[in-house]
């Protein structure tokens, strides 16, 4: 059964202070790990696909990079508009069957104060 | 924006009550998927459909039935609201890889 944990649950910091989130996965073939940003009562709005151990993706602030076993999403100098939940997911390649199904960790709440 | 638009997206309604939720998509995709999301347990697959007709179970499929009649609409219906399904339950359709998703359906089963 593949499986993500996300740390911490919740994580504020002051404006400018950089800092990660971590996912720890297990699956059984990675096919890609996702991260999305949520923001209250909105749908998930899709970030970064990672696909194999030493990619890294970038933009703005943000830059997710991915091991065999986990993947961290680095947030440099932010600002308070970075406030929002971050999720990751994992698609795991299961025969040509996974019909591009995503698992879903529980998300990391970030606060960002000026 | 992916296209993506969810009906209704807010509804009270009342226990043994059926409930159906729907998904539109204009963009002709073949994959559609229905999540519902809860404190401390994230986003969970319902049910999920890799073509008009072809649907099949997710996770947390109890007590919930899917039809998908046209490429661009999926129906999620509660045939029967309990309290249990009183979420937020969200759309989704798959690019090259990743997801993207409706705004949501907020539902409340009193």
């Known amino acids: 059964e593949d499986q993500v944990t996300q740390s911490p649950e919740a994580l504020r910091l002051q404006e400018g202070e950089s800092s990660s989130l971590n996912c720890s996965y297990t699956?059984?073939?990675?096919?890609?790990l996702f991260w999305y940003r949520q923001d209250p009562g909105k749908g998930p709005e899709f970030l970064f696909t990672l696909y194999s151990a030493g990619e890294e993706k970038e933009k703005e602030r943000l830059k997710a990079t991915l091991t065999k076993k986990e993947s961290f999403l680095h947030i440099t100098a932010p600002k308070p508009e970075d406030s929002a939940t971050y999720l990751c997911?994992?698609?795991?390649?299961?025969?040509?069957?996974?019909?591009?199904?995503?698992?879903f960790g529980q998300g990391t709440i970030l606060t960002v104060h000026p | 924006d992916a296209g993506i638009t969810q009906s209704p997206r807010h509804k009270v309604t009342e226990t043994g009550t059926p409930v159906t939720l729907r998904c539109h998509q204009t963009?002709?995709?073949?994959?559609m998927y229905w999540y519902r999301q809860d404190p401390g347990h994230g986003l969970r697959l319902i049910h999920y459909s890799y073509g008009v007709k072809d649907t099949d179970k997710g996770e947390v499929s109890d007590g919930y039935s899917v039809s998908r009649s046209k490429t661009e609409d999926f129906l999620l219906t509660l045939e029967s609201a309990t309290s249990s399904q009183t979420s937020v339950y969200f759309c989704?359709?798959?690019?090259?890889?990743?997801?993207?998703f409706g705004e949501g359906s907020r539902l409340t089963v009193l």
């Open positions: 699956v059984s073939g990675l096919r890609g």
């Open positions: 963009e002709n995709h073949r994959y």
């Open positions: 997911a994992v698609g795991a390649n299961a025969g040509g069957t996974s019909y591009g199904k995503l698992t």
């Open positions: 989704a359709i798959k690019g090259w890889g990743e997801l993207f």
